[in-house]
Structure formats: structure tokens, C-alpha cells
């Protein structure tokens, strides 16, 4: 299976996501209502509850959305969503799994660079399996037997200016209507965010659990730290798999730790070589027992490979990258709590497992949702290097 940056794919339009759950849209009668007031009249919930199974009609979607900045890309039955501010930044997002596979804001020295990590493969069947971006992976359960994820996404509306700011609304409703999740990306000149809104509408308590979780690419994890997070608790979590991360497989970092010492020595210099003497590997400590710490260090370099829940942290912290020259500043909302992983720096640089994922969280409490009740949460990823 070959697997390469989706930046580098001039044929990704071509390609198309390998996803059972996210069904490609045809969009109903409600686009053909000229006017505005005659659409936001139309019941949304009973639109996306008898979504069908067809290719989305880019062609529509130019014609009624575009002119806010936003253009659309056909990808086989799927579609990007393409951003771009006059300043600069610009951000793609895939319907109907609502993924967003690339932000590149504008720098401190007048280029653009892409700040997530987003890959392609192609299974044995040909079809593309797109992993990395900011994804949503969100899971609502009672204890009445009902489960439901938000995993396939419909546009709804398109608002803001290419010289202010771009919002897209996406909409996503159980096949009984009974629960909704709205998400609306906002792209400005300093910032992307994700705002999600559950509503509960059945008659059972709701617990939601999963994340939005970010892959951050990086030049190597040795370079990369955790800035802000002194004293906060965290404990070990075995990295989860999900259909949008990436995790390398455990026999790769085996085969490149000959060479690992080296890299490190020649990113660090000799002040880093031996400020590290003496001190005990993180990853010799990584292991799933539930015992809470506490983390000591502002700087938390993510050169060893670790998986944790941090349970207590503030509401923003800032991810550096020196070999880059970069940072992005991540800021939870509504979520109490913070997944962080690393692969460790065993592997190339500015390769396809040179990045690290953080993202605002609910694994290890879910967050309940009471019947008629509303939760609302998100992330924003801050460009402080204007």
C-alpha cells in the first residue's frame, strides 16, 4: 500500500475516500428555494434525516455558495471545500466526512505553510483512504441501546468575506432524527476553528465521547514541545485508532533507532546531549496503569513516543516546532479534557510520520447530555506567527 502527503497528489481528484459511513449527498429541493428566508424556513432535521446516497452536485454547490471566498473541487462522489482569505490563508475541508485536510496561514516572512499532516493511501481495491487533518471522531450513547456518530456531513450555508472572514455550516442528524450536531469552521486571518453544537431531542440521557483531534506537522518530534502545560495531571492512554489517525506501525521505529541517536545529536548539539544525561526516557514510563501525574516541565519535548490524557490543563497551550520556525496555539472549548500523541522522533524527518496530535477530548469522562438539552464545544488552532 503507498502512502503519500495529500499536498504532493496532483491526481486526488481522481481519489476517493474509502468510508462505509460517509455516504456522498444529493441535495433536495431545499437548494432550489431562491430565497434565503424560504430556506432557512425548511426543517433541517427532516432534510438530513432522508439524505440519499448519490454524488453531491459541485456544480449546484458553485452556483448557490460560492463568492464568500469558497470554491468546490470534485473528488470522485466527494467534494473539497476550498478557503481563501485575500490576506493569504487558505484551508480545504472534504464533504461529507467533513475532514479538514489542510490550513496553511500566512507567516511572519510573507509565505504560506501548511500546518497539518494529512496522508493518502490506496487500499488493494484502489480507493483512497485519506488519514490526518482535523478530524471529529464523536460517538453518542445511552443506556436505552441507542448509539449514534456524526460521521457523514451536510452543507448547510456559507457566510462571511475573503477579506474578513469565511464560515462553513455543516449539518449531521441520526437516521430517527432524534439527535442533531451542527459544526461550523470559521477560517480568519489568525485562526481556524471548529464549533460543534449537539442537541438531544430523545427522551434518554446522552453521554458523548471521542475528540477533534489535530495532526500537526512537524520537521521531527525532537524539535517539537508542549509549551503551558506545567502542572497540569495527565495519565498514560494507549494510542486509540480511529478512521482519520495516524499511527505508525510499532515495528518501523525499531528498524530506524540506529540511526535516531545521530539525528538527535545533530538537532540538538552538544548542550542538548548532555542536559539529557541522566535523565529517565519518557517512553520507558509510558504505560497504561491509570495512575494520574503531574506534568513538571513547561517545555514537554515530544522527541520519545507517548500517548496521554491530560485530565487538568489550561484552555490554550502552544505547540513549537524550532526546526520549522513555526507554533500553533490550541484552545479547547466545552471539552474538559486534552489527547496528546507523539510518535517519537525515530523516524525521518519531515517524513510521513513527522508530526504530533493534541486535541480537546471526552475519553475518559463522557460528557452527559440530558434529554432536551444542548452541549456546545470545539477547538481553535491560533497562528501567533504573523
Partial sequence: METRSLCSLPNLLALRTSNPLNKSIKFPNIFNL????????????????????????????????????????????????????????????????????????????????????????????????????????????????????????????????????????????????????????????????????????????????????????????????????????????QATATEYSIIPPTDLAKTETSSAFFRSLAQKGFDGLFSGWGAKKHQDEEKEDGEEREECNDYVQMNEKLSRIYTSTPVNFTVIDRGRRN????????????????????HNWYGKYAFVSVGPCALLKPIVLGSGGIWKGGQHLYNPNL
Fill in 327 to 346: 507554533s500553533v496555539v490550541i484552545q479547547r472549548i466545552g471539552f474538559e479534557e486534552l489527547y496528546m500523541f507523539s510518535p517519537g522522533s525515530d
Fill in 34 to 237: 431562491k430565497n434565503q428566508n424560504q430556506r432557512d424556513n425548511f426543517s433541517l432535521k427532516s432534510w438530513a434525516e432522508s439524505l440519499p446516497s448519490s454524488p453531491i452536485n459541485v456544480e449546484y454547490l458553485e452556483r448557490e455558495f460560492s463568492g464568500h471566498g469558497v470554491a468546490f473541487e470534485a473528488i470522485g462522489e466527494d467534494c473539497v471545500i476550498k478557503m481563501g482569505l485575500e490576506e493569504g490563508s487558505t484551508a480545504n475541508m472534504v464533504l461529507p466526512s467533513g475532514l479538514i485536510t489542510s490550513y496553511k496561514p500566512k507567516m511572519w516572512h510573507g509565505g504560506r505553510v501548511e500546518v497539518l499532516h494529512t496522508l493518502v493511501s490506496e487500499d488493494q481495491n484502489g480507493e483512497a483512504i485519506v488519514q490526518g487533518g482535523v478530524s471529529m471522531d464523536l460517538k453518542c450513547f445511552s443506556n436505552g441501546g441507542f448509539v449514534w456518530s456524526p460521521a457523514t456531513w451536510a452543507l448547510v450555508d456559507v457566510r462571511g468575506r475573503s477579506d474578513k472572514f469565511i464560515q462553513v455550516e455543516l449539518i449531521s442528524t441520526s437516521p430517527n432524527g432524534k439527535m442533531e450536531a451542527k459544526c461550523l469552521v470559521t477560517l480568519r486571518e489568525d485562526q481556524i476553528s471548529s464549533e460543534l453544537t449537539f442537541t438531544n431531542s430523545t427522551p434518554y440521557i446522552i453521554k458523548l465521547q471521542g475528540s477533534i483531534l489535530s495532526h500537526l506537522t512537524v520537521s521531527t518530534p525532537d524539535a517539537t514541545y508542549a509549551v503551558g502545560l506545567q502542572g497540569s495531571n495527565y495519565c498514560y492512554k
